[in-house]
């Protein structure tokens, strides 16, 4: 069983920077994405970023040039640096990390949620 903890979510204002984080922890034999999704209300979750276990990642267009992952292979943990936050990234941010656990079966896991609020 892989559990994900996250943290980092806030209140910031509009231009505002946060940073996520989220570890992966439990029965991991091999990570191979780690990224973030966002649900805001009364929409659809949308993936955010994703990276792969050899460092290529793919951002939503509306994030790029403003948000950075990056991940600390030893500790099994991802950030996102978010930076210039805009209303419209008003959100809950989930972490998601695939790989394979121990026994050699495919794990997808999700993180509790951590809500970004941009005021304006």
Do not use: H
Not at 18 to 33: E, K, N, Q, W
Not at 47 to 57: A, F, L, P, R
């Amino acid at each position: 069983q892989v559990q994900l903890v996250e943290s980092g979510g806030g209140v910031v204002q509009d231009g505002e920077s946060l940073t996520l984080s989220c570890r992966a922890s439990g029965s991991i034999s091999t990570i191979v994405s780690m990224g973030w999704y966002r649900q805001a209300p009364g929409k659809q979750r949308e993936q955010v970023v994703i990276i792969t276990s050899d460092g290529v990642t793919n951002y939503l267009d509306s994030v790029k040039c403003r948000f950075i992952i990056s991940k600390d292979n030893g500790m099994n943990t991802a950030y996102l640096q978010m930076n210039d936050l805009k209303p419209k990234d008003t959100a809950v941010y989930y972490c998601d990390v695939m790989g394979y656990d121990r026994n050699r079966s495919v794990f997808n896991s999700w993180g509790q949620g951590a809500q970004v609020t941009v005021s304006s």
